[in-house]
């Protein structure tokens, strides 16, 4: 078994109003040093395979697919066991 | 002229879908569920608003896969005419159909009111019996309504004149004012605003009617047979 660990978030370039909107509450609670905020998604996979080498493949392929749309969205992903 | 509107869990403005079409041109109309394998019998094909597979993932992100969207991309490819109304619109997007994304609202709000849109396209197959320049009143109700594309893609949208609507007061943060765009073809239309629920003036405007006219127009032009108003 290999778990997969999958970070999608938006990308840099473009606007996220959920992290804005937070960083708007953490400032108004005090936490004034927040300089920014990026709200992503975190998503865990466990694969039924020992082939590492091919699951980075499937993984990236998933990711490219379904799991981000690459026009706004970055993503990254850890591989355990 | 044959219309489908197409079916996906989720969707729940399919029946407004079929009761504008029903109303506003009174040609044959059918739910094409998103298993749905032939769409060869249709001239136009609806993808209406709701909330797709729950909206899980991003929206329209899973639909984008489901069975149905083969045939709907085949459809596009032939030149039927595809019009996807929020959700729907989304969906197009994420199956590549029409280029960009939907972002979040930059309000992070729900909005839910009429807007008033301004018809920067008026030759497409949806909009000839609009006037270019128009201001028309059209609702809108959408959390994630917010398109964006990198400039890049926005300079190929404005030197086509692929850039069908655009909003007076921007609700959502849209590139632009975007409201709707279509494809370079121009045979595939995506828009947030719900022209179907705007069909009668008990709703508040029937500024969405010509919508349905021009595609049966358009239709009729091409297939040489008389036009309706």
Known sequence: MIKATVYVTIKQSVLDPQGVAVQGALHSMGFGEVDSVRIGKYMELNLDTTDRESAEKRVIEMCEKLLANTVIEDYRYELEG | ?229
């Open chain 2, 1 to 229: 002229m044959k219309f489908a509107v197409l079916v996906f869990p989720g969707s729940n403005c399919d029946i407004d879908c079929y009761k504008a079409v029903e109303d506003t041109v009174g040609e044959p109309v059918d739910y094409v569920w998103h298993t749905a394998t032939d769409l060869s019998p249709y001239d136009c094909i609806l993808v209406p608003g709701g909330f797709s597979y729950g909206d899980y993932l991003r929206c329209g992100a899973i639909s984008r896969f489901a069975p149905v969207m083969k045939e709907v991309a085949k459809a596009a490819a032939e030149g039927k005419y595809i019009l996807g109304i929020c959700n729907g619109f989304q969906i197009l997007t994420e199956a590549g159909l029409l280029p960009g994304a939907l972002r979040r609202n930059l309000s992070m709000k729900f909005r839910c009111h009429d807007t008033v849109l301004k018809v920067v396209n008026s030759e497409t197959p949806f909009t000839k019996d609009y006037a270019a320049g128009e201001e028309i009143v059209i609702p809108i109700a959408h959390g994630e309504g917010n398109y964006y594309c990198d400039n890049e893609t926005l300079a190929r949208l404005q030197a086509n004149n692929q850039i069908v609507f655009t909003y007076k007061d921007n609700p959502n943060g849209s590139v632009t004012d975007i409201a709707g765009i279509c494809n370079e073809q121009g045979n595939v239309l995506g828009m947030m605003p719900h022209p179907e629920r705007a069909v009668d003036a008990l709703l508040g405007t029937d500024d969405g009617k010509r919508m349905f006219t021009s595609i049966l127009n358009a239709w009729r032009d091409r297939h040489g047979a008389a036009s309706v108003r």
